[in-house]
Structures are given as structure tokens and as C-alpha cells.
T-cell receptor
Framework: DGGITQSPKYLFRKEGQNVTLSCEQNLNHDAMYWYRQDPGQGLRLIYYSQIVNDFQKGDIAEGYSVSREKKESFPLTVTSAQKNPTAFYLC????????????FGPGTRLTVT | LAKTTQPISMDSYEGQEVNITCSHNNIATNDYITWYQQFPSQGPRFIIQGYKTKVKNEVASLFIPADRKSSTLSLPRVSLSDTAVYYCLVGRQAGGSYIPTFGRGTSLIVHP
């Protein structure tokens, strides 16, 4: 099956630790996105990447870092500099062509205590 | 980026048609409109996209008036499983990038 996988589904970390969230897609999509969602809120864009080895900051990039070394993979690192890291994190991809449809993964719920 | 405004919540009953309207007064000429559905603790799922007039697929219709300052998602004969949050997005490709903005969405509750 083609799609986007995110792992793990639930993640628990102590404050002050960096943590990396995985996002893999086998859809051969060029563009990939990371969003953060807080309870009762919409999605906010953290980072996006249009092609391999290139990525851009979104609206709330502070405290996060990404890499795009392979087309299929777009990992997100939540650093200790992120003041409120507890949230639901969603990864998405898009073909990069004429369609505006984004395909979303199942999400990772990160809890930092 | 065009900002969107939607009702925070709506209620309906099984079998009824539901229309959710999104306002996007400063939509740009090249902007497209897309709608997503999200269930709790899941990623959003694409429903439909359009530029003008009417678009229809197997699950929904999208009505866009000539001035494009609003759009209406129409869900025919909803069921309990349509209870979800619905997001309206407006955005366009610029220099190879597409950066849509999600609002807070409309929480639709379908009652038996």
C-alpha cells in the first residue's frame, strides 16, 4: 500500500531532551510538510520541503529542525529549545504538480513532562 | 496568504444535507480552494478542491460564486460517521511552493 507512515504513534520524553519524529512516504511525492496541532486548534505549519536537500521554515519553526536527505524521508527533531513541545504532530506530502491535495500520515502524539 | 473564516460548529441529523460556508474575502487570482475532513487523533483527509463554479465528486460538492470570496462545501445525506472537523484552505503554488493555511475548522456533529 502506498502512503505516509509516522512513528511512533505515542512518544513520551522528559523536558530538556531532544526527540526525533519519523515521517516516511512511498508515494514518490516531491513536497513534504510538518504540522503541529494543539487541542481544539487547526494545524500550524512547522517546516516544509519542496525537493530533496531543501526545506523552508513555516509559521512556527522555532525550536524545531528538519532534514531532507532522501525523497521518502522528512524527519522532524523537537529540540529542548521548543517551549511547549507537547502536541499532535502531523506529516503530509504532495505530488508537487497541479493537485493541491495533501496526503497526511496518522500523526505522532508527543508528551513532554 | 488568504485568511479563511468558518463557523466554529454545526449540528445536523442523519439523512440531512449539510452546507458549510467558508469566507475568504482576500482570495488571490491564482488561489485554489480545498477542503479537508479530520477525525479525532487522525490526520486530515482531502475531500475536494476547486477554483470556480461547482465541483462534485463521490462524497461532496463544492460551490464557488463568481466573486470567489466564499465557498460552500455540501455533504449530501450525512450519517453519524460524518461527525468530524472540516477545514477550508485557500492557497496557490508560487515558485514551486504551496503553503496552505489551516484555520480552526468547523466541528460538525451529526445526531441520530
Amino acid at each position: 500500500d502506498g502512503g505516509i507512515t509516522q512513528s511512533p504513534k505515542y512518544l513520551f520524553r522528559k523536558e530538556g531532551q531532544n526527540v526525533t519524529l519519523s515521517c516516511e512516504q512511498n508515494l514518490n511525492h516531491d513536497a513534504m510538510y510538518w504540522y503541529r496541532q494543539d487541542p481544539g486548534q487547526g494545524l500550524r505549519l512547522i517546516y516544509y520541503s519542496q525537493i530533496v536537500n531543501d526545506f523552508q521554515k513555516g509559521d512556527i519553526a522555532e525550536g524545531y529542525s528538519v532534514s531532507r536527505e532522501k525523497k521518502e524521508s522528512f524527519p522532524l527533531t523537537v529540540t529542548s529549545a521548543q517551549k511547549n513541545p507537547t502536541a499532535f504532530y502531523l506529516c503530509a506530502s504532495r505530488t508537487g504538480a497541479a493537485s493541491y491535495e495533501q496526503y497526511f500520515g496518522p500523526g505522532t502524539r508527543l508528551t513532554v513532562t | 496568504l488568504a485568511k479563511t473564516t468558518q463557523p466554529i460548529s454545526m449540528d445536523s441529523y442523519e439523512g440531512q444535507e449539510v452546507n458549510i460556508t467558508c469566507s475568504h474575502n482576500n482570495i488571490a487570482t491564482n488561489d485554489y480552494i480545498t477542503w479537508y475532513q479530520q477525525f479525532p487523533s487522525q490526520g486530515p483527509r482531502f475531500i475536494i478542491q476547486g477554483y470556480k463554479t461547482k465541483v462534485k465528486n463521490e462524497v461532496a460538492s463544492l460551490f464557488i460564486p463568481a466573486d470567489r470570496k466564499s465557498s460552500t462545501l455540501s455533504l449530501p445525506r450525512v450519517s453519524l460517521s460524518d461527525t468530524a472537523v472540516y477545514y477550508c484552505l485557500v492557497g496557490r503554488q508560487a515558485g514551486g511552493s504551496y503553503i496552505p493555511t489551516f484555520g480552526r475548522g468547523t466541528s460538525l456533529i451529526v445526531h441520530p
